[in-house]
T-cell receptor, first 118, second 117 residues
Framework: DTEVTQTPKHLVMGMTNKKSLKCEQHMGHRAMYWYKQKAKKPPELMFVYSYEKLSINESVPSRFSPECPNSSLLNLHLHALQPEDSALYLC?????????????????FGSGTQLSVL | DQQVKQNSPSLSVQEGRISILNCDYTNSMFDYFLWYKKYPAEGPTFLISISSIKDKNEDGRFTVFLNKSAKHLSLHIVPSQPGDSAVYFCAARPGGYNAGNNRKLIWGLGTSLAVNP
């Protein structure tokens, strides 16, 4: 299994809704990521989990709440989003995220969740 | 300040010819460079990478060249095929112990490649 699986593929939510995005990988990767991507822009890093611990939070608003229940699963809980949060949300994983090791930081991305906030 | 620059937003090439996508960077501490390919409404797919200690890496139809003195890398696709039509992102990783936690990939804005039959 060499995939990162994201559900749902599409999500429409109102500004008062609470929803969750899910991500799963079974490659034994110990680093998992959430990215946000708007049209014609590169992916923008939101969070990094390393060994199920939050390693990096790129100053993301608290209306986005990540969770890593185990080494294979990553969730992103959404609450009180704004229309400008509409974007493609990408989950990715990599073997490791160690700052002092020269590794191939090849990210495997999921297909993303296209989120629309009304 | 854009540390990784892809100055051509788009490129159009005839099927069977060579596609050359360029990427310039400003940070001499980058130690690894990667190319990702992205189709609309899908996640990026890793294509090829190169370490800063090398000047060339080849994988089938894809070759990446690195010119450290010019802080420039390029991706060559030969021969180009219609299925190669996608947005190509160049990304770089800050290297060295002093990078600390700041080893996240720095992405260019992408080049949209269209390969015409």
């Amino acid at each position: 299994d060499t995939e990162v699986t994201q559900t749902p593929k599409h999500l429409v939510m109102g500004m008062t809704n609470k929803k969750s995005l899910k991500c799963e990988q079974h490659m034994g990767h110990r680093a998992m990521y959430w990215y946000k991507q708007k049209a014609k822009k590169p992916p923008e890093l939101m969070f990094v989990y390393s060994y199920e611990k939050l390693s990096i939070n790129e100053s993301v608003p608290s209306r986005f709440s990540p969770e890593c229940p185990n080494s294979s699963l990553l969730n992103l809980h959404l609450h009180a989003l704004q229309p400008e949060d509409s974007a493609l949300y990408l989950c990715a994983s990599s073997l490791l995220y160690l700052r002092w090791v020269e590794i191939n930081e090849k990210l495997i991305f999921g297909s993303g969740t296209q989120l629309s906030v009304l | 300040d854009q540390q990784v620059k892809q100055n051509s937003p788009s490129l159009s090439v005839q099927e069977g010819r060579i596609s050359i996508l360029n990427c310039d960077y400003t940070n001499s501490m980058f130690d690894y460079f990667l190319w990702y390919k992205k189709y609309p409404a899908e996640g990026p797919t890793f294509l090829i990478s190169i370490s800063s200690i090398k000047d060339k890496n080849e994988d089938g139809r894809f070759t990446v060249f690195l010119n450290k003195s010019a802080k420039h890398l390029s991706l060559h696709i030969v021969p180009s095929q219609p299925g190669d039509s996608a947005v190509y992102f160049c990304a770089a990783r800050p290297g060295g112990y002093n990078a600390g936690n700041n080893r996240k990939l720095i992405w260019g804005l992408g080049t949209s490649l269209a390969v015409n039959p």
